[in-house]
C-alpha cells in the first residue's frame, strides 16, 4: 500500500537557519502530496500541497517540490523564527474517492532563539 | 471560519468501558475520519465515512466502530477500552471532489484508559 517515510526528529535549530525536512513517498498512482503542521495544543492545518510532478507548494516562508522521479517532497525555509517550532506531517492522497490521507511518522521542529 | 470540534479535550476511561468520542463539523463536508496519534508512528487511520451511513475500515480498524447518522457528526466508539488504546484521537473533514482537497481537522481527544 501507500506509504510516506520523513526524516526523524526531532529537530533543533536556531532562528534565522536553514531549514529542511526530508520526505519520501511510495504509491502506486499519481498521489497529491502535503504537508501539515501541529502547533502545541492545536489539531493539525494545511501548511501547503502540490498536485503534479514539478508542482511548488508554498506558504509562510515554506516550499516543497513534487518531485515523482525521486518520490520525493521536502520541505524548506530558508530563515526559520522561533513561531515555527511545531510538528510537521508529510502526507499524500490519491486523487479519488474520499481521497483519504496517508501520513509519515511527523518531525519536531524546536527553533531556539 | 470552518470548524471541526471534539466534544472532549481530555478524557480518562476505565478498561471495559464503552466509550464514545464525538465530532461535529460545520461545513457540510461529505467525508469524515478518525485517527489516532502516537509518537513516532504519525496518524494512523481508523475509520472513514463518506456519506451518512456509510463507513470503510481503515489500517487499524480492531477495537473500535463508527456511528454516522448525520452529516454533520461523525462518532468513534471503543467497545471494550484496554490501555494499548491511550492515544490522541484526531477527527478530520473533507469535501468530495476536486485534486488534493484540504482536510479539516479538530483539536484532538487526548484519552488515557486506566
Known amino acids: 500500500g501507500d506509504s510516506v517515510t520523513q526524516m526523524e526528529g526531532p529537530v533543533t535549530l536556531s532562528e534565522e537557519a536553514f531549514l529542511t525536512i526530508n520526505c519520501t513517498y511510495t504509491a502506486t498512482g499519481y498521489p497529491s502530496l502535503f504537508w501539515y503542521v501541529q502547533y502545541p495544543g492545536e489539531g493539525l492545518q494545511l501548511l501547503l500541497k502540490a498536485t503534479k510532478a514539478d508542482d511548488k507548494g508554498s506558504n509562510k516562508g515554506f516550499e516543497a517540490t513534487y518531485r515523482k522521479e525521486t518520490t520525493s517532497f521536502h520541505l524548506e525555509k530558508g530563515s526559520v523564527q522561533v513561531s515555527d517550532s511545531a510538528v510537521y506531517f508529510c502526507a499524500l492522497s490519491e486523487p479519488w474517492g474520499a481521497q483519504k490521507l496517508v501520513f509519515g511518522q511527523g518531525t519536531r521542529l524546536t527553533i531556539n532563539p | 471560519d470552518v470548524k471541526v470540534t471534539q466534544s472532549s479535550r481530555y478524557l480518562v476511561k476505565r478498561t471495559g468501558e464503552k466509550v464514545f468520542l464525538e465530532c461535529v463539523q460545520d461545513m457540510d463536508h461529505e467525508n469524515m475520519f478518525w485517527y489516532r496519534q502516537d509518537p513516532g508512528l504519525g496518524l494512523r487511520l481508523i475509520y472513514f465515512?463518506?456519506?451518512?451511513?456509510?463507513?470503510e475500515k481503515g489500517d487499524i480498524p480492531e477495537g473500535y466502530s463508527v456511528s454516522r447518522e448525520k452529516k454533520e457528526r461523525f462518532s468513534l466508539i471503543l467497545e471494550s477500552a484496554s490501555t494499548n488504546q491511550t492515544s490522541m484521537y484526531l477527527c478530520a473533514s473533507s469535501v468530495t471532489g476536486g485534486a488534493a482537497t484540504e482536510a479539516f481537522f479538530g483539536q484532538g481527544t487526548r484519552l488515557t484508559v486506566v
Open positions: 465515512s463518506y456519506d451518512v451511513k456509510m463507513k
